[in-house]
């Protein structure tokens, strides 16, 4: 059998990719490739779990765009399909009177980028919203919202009536004259289009398909920790510090997680391995592959203050809880409870600057998306959108098209 498109990874990316080419291709043939037993096993299921609103991004990119097209329409899928989730809002606080003109120009960018009801607060103002949080000045954000990104990623493929195959890495990409014959796990595949969508791996797939990709993905763990159950009620919904200003990171935050649960983190250190989350995991090829490529060193070299900091702080339970008491002064070290790890793709270039955009590249039959970051997750859907019309431009297919039709 041949199928019109193959779509590699089934990551909410790759899920929402294959959901909207089901509504530009109504009959169209698709397949989904993933290398693990179940969806959303890597990036998706190991975020936070938070919508985000948008604020953060440069007015105009990619990021900021469709964060806000894609947050409404994934508030409202989560609607229709009763996935869990909250409106909950955000307060994004201050700690020092220093930190006061990077709150100021937070908030500015928030109202460029139109965040609807973004609110500057001041230090009396933050109790009311979070009785524990002390800061000299806050954002609230309004549309800020938590959810199951799992849930979210397993009805998207559902509804896009795919064939999912599971358990069948891609081994192989071979070009042919009408598409490519896709060799993965232990079967092979006929397909007109493809549309890989692999995180962690997006580099190394888009190589076999005989790219050679300007960005490498370098692998970044971050840890969380747990609330214990009787200190949630410190933490009533998200509290995040002000992102740091060059580093790629939002700084480790409180999140109120669906199922009740309060996490703290995620921190972000250079990581051994793409895909393996305990703290001392370690890959060969992985590793080989990040410290041979000069973009990696010019990054530690730009980034070795933060860098280091973050190490400490992955091994000490005490520097972790610093960062955190400096938002919720009540919270104890005893409250905080080891939890999981999820692993951050971060797309740098030769000259060590993380690409910090969205970025996918199309050719005669093919579309790689090359750096996917945060918040791709709450993005997904405006995302996947923008994908499969980027496709359909560069393959010259109107949409709605019939499989006959080409
Ligand atoms: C710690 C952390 C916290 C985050 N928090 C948030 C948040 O709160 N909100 C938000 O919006 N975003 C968040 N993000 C970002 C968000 O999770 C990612 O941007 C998003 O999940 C990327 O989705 P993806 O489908 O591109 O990648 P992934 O979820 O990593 O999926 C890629 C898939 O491709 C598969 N694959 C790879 N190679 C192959 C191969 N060779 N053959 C077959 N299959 C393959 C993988 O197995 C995987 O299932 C966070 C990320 C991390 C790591």
């Known amino acids: 059998m041949t199928y019109d498109v193959a779509v590699i990874g089934a990551g909410i990316v790759g899920a929402a990719v294959a959901y909207r080419l089901r509504e530009a291709w109504p009959e169209a043939r698709l397949l989904v490739i993933e290398k693990e037993p179940h969806p959303a096993a890597h ?10 609103s948008g604020i953060y991004y440069k007015p105009g990119s990619l990021k900021a765009t469709l964060c806000a097209q894609g947050r409404e329409e994934l508030y409202d899928f989560a609607q229709t399909w009763h996935i869990p989730h909250e409106r909950c809002g955000k307060l994004i606080v201050a700690t020092t009177p220093e930190e006061l003109p990077r709150l100021k120009a937070l908030y500015a960018r928030g109202l460029e980028n139109q965040i609807p009801g973004i609110r500057l607060l001041s230090e009396d103002d933050i109790p009311p919203y979070e009785p524990y949080c002390r800061g000299v000045g ?10 199951d990104y799992r849930a979210v990623t397993a009805r998207l493929l559902e509804q896009s009536k795919a064939t999912v195959v599971f358990s069948a890495p891609l081994k192989g990409l071979v070009p042919q004259r009408e598409g490519y014959l896709i060799y993965a796990g232990n079967g092979s595949y006929e397909s007109r289009y493809l549309i890989a969508c692999a995180g962690l791996q997006a580099d190394r797939v888009a190589r076999l398909d005989g790219l050679r990709p300007p960005l490498r993905i370098v692998p970044f763990r971050g840890d969380y920790y747990e609330l214990r159950p009787e200190s949630r009620y410190k933490v009533r919904n998200l509290i995040y510090p002000l992102p740091h200003p060059t580093y790629p990171v939002l700084g480790v935050h409180l999140t109120r997680m669906v199922d009740g649960s309060v996490e703290a983190g995620p921190n972000a250190v250079f990581a051994w391995a793409r895909e393996i989350y305990s703290r001392t995991g370690f890959n060969l090829r992985d590793t080989i592959e990040a410290l041979t490529f000069k973009g990696t060193w ?14 400490r702080r992955a091994f000490s339970k005490r520097l972790f809880w610093e960062s955190l008491r400096r938002l919720v002064p009540a919270l104890q070290i005893e409250d905080l409870v080891p939890a999981r790890s999820g692993i951050r793709a971060l797309a740098l270039t030769p000259e060590g600057t993380f690409w910090d955009d969205f970025y996918f590249v199309a050719r005669e039959r093919s579309l790689h998306v090359l750096n996917a970051p945060s918040p791709a997750a709450t993005a997904a859907l405006a995302l996947g959108r923008a994908i499969v019309q980027k ?9 709605p098209v019939s499989t006959t039709g080409r």
Request: net charge positive.
């Open 43 to 52: 990036q998706t299921g190991r975020n936070s779990g938070v919508i985000h």
């Open 391 to 399: 496709a359909f431009s560069t393959w010259n297919l109107s949409s």
């Open 138 to 147: 806050a954002i609230y954000v309004p549309v800020t919202g938590i959810i």
């Open 298 to 311: 010019r990054f530690f070299f730009k980034h070795w203050r933060e860098g280091l900091m973050e190490y």
